[in-house]
């Protein structure tokens, strides 16, 4: 069956809506590119356009700088950020023609597709749009989608992007459509980025015939805090590489503050962000929802902009208490050289004074052995041992050959050891 034929839910929903509300003003009609296109020239079966033949054209902005129409843009973020609800407070705007956070007015509003996995649009999705203000006529939640006996099955959006075009046709065309999550757009793996890019392809193609832009939401790989913002995206890196745009929020630990600013754009500058908060709201029925308030602008790159709200993992006595099991492991099977507790310290990412502290807290110590006192002697670190073999290892550095190397377990902390010299590296 062809995909005009299959019954549209939307259609007869934007049916319904017309007759019982008929003083919704119309929108007019999507203008799909259909541009003339350049005359090709096939050299050596190589089809050729020269650039003078191509027609340029300006982005269409839904906001201009944030939201492109006719482009794929990645809404990432850590959990508890309101992703959800931020990008509904964008959409409500999108309905009304209102303005965005940064004050600037939305550039031709229209309708809004919603598609989740997650959320229920009674419950959830409907009341966080009425909190925002949204105009809900122009709202459309994507479910379900008939197959070829007629009987409707969950809409995939890994499989049935396509059959929204004769929905969106129906009602008059869509200035935004929300995929929440993103990965439910891919069948595949999402870590691979031939999969990715397969699955996101519907979504752009989408977006380009008509004029609509699509935006969608994910998470920041655990971990990645301090890490390029483009690249915290979760999955393959193909998310970010697709998208034209990929927006990021971030939200300040004990606090309500939270932030969204552009990691990536390849359409217009990237940097720059807002602030917002998510405050309960209680609607005229009673039911109790959230919304988004957006606060002041942010200057400044997207890694700074999330560095000054994310908590960093630098609190002392947790990274003192890594520290001491990094050293207590590089240490245990025997003594090792200066140079390399250095070199591993560096790779695992402990600062030098964190690894000093350490040190003395689990009591390893830092000796010389090798030829002399002199220059040709060694600096190495181990494990604390026992006062009454102490004497024995201090006169002769080599007393642990490979046959008593059981004495070095159960080591303990000498009782005070002279100051350690500074050892070179």
Known sequence: MQVGQRPSLLAQAQAQLDATMPDLPPLPPVEAYAEAQPSRTRVGGVSLVRASDVVERPIHWLW????????????????????????????????????????????????????????????????????????????????????ENGEILPFDPARDIPTLNAAVTAIGGASLLLVDPIVSAVAGDMHRANDVRRGLQALVDFAEAYDCAVLGITHFA?????????????????????ARMVLVAAKQEDSETRVLARAKSNISMDDGGVSYTILPHTLDSGIETTRVLWGDRIDGSARDILGQVETQPTDETTEQEDAEEFLRGLLADGPVASKQVKADADGAGFAWATIRRAQKAIGAEAYRAGEGIGSKASWFWRLGVKPEIAKVLIESPKVLTEKREHLREGMSILGESAPMAEEAF
């Open 222 to 242: 655990k971990g990645s805090a301090g890490s390029s913002p483009q690249e915290r995206v979760i999955g393959s890196q193909a998310f970010g590489a697709l």
């Open 64 to 147: 201009p700088g944030w939201l492109a129409r006719g482009k794929l843009i990645i809404l990432a973020g850590a959990a508890g950020t309101g992703k959800t609800t931020l990008a509904l407070g964008l959409a409500a705007t999108v309905t009304t023609g209102g303005r965005w956070p940064d004050g600037l007015q939305c550039s031709g509003g229209g309708n809004v597709l919603v598609w989740s996995s997650e959320d229920d649009p009674a419950d959830t999705l409907k009341p966080r749009l009425m909190a925002c203000g949204a105009d809900v006529r122009r709202i459309y939640f994507v479910q379900g989608v008939a197959d």
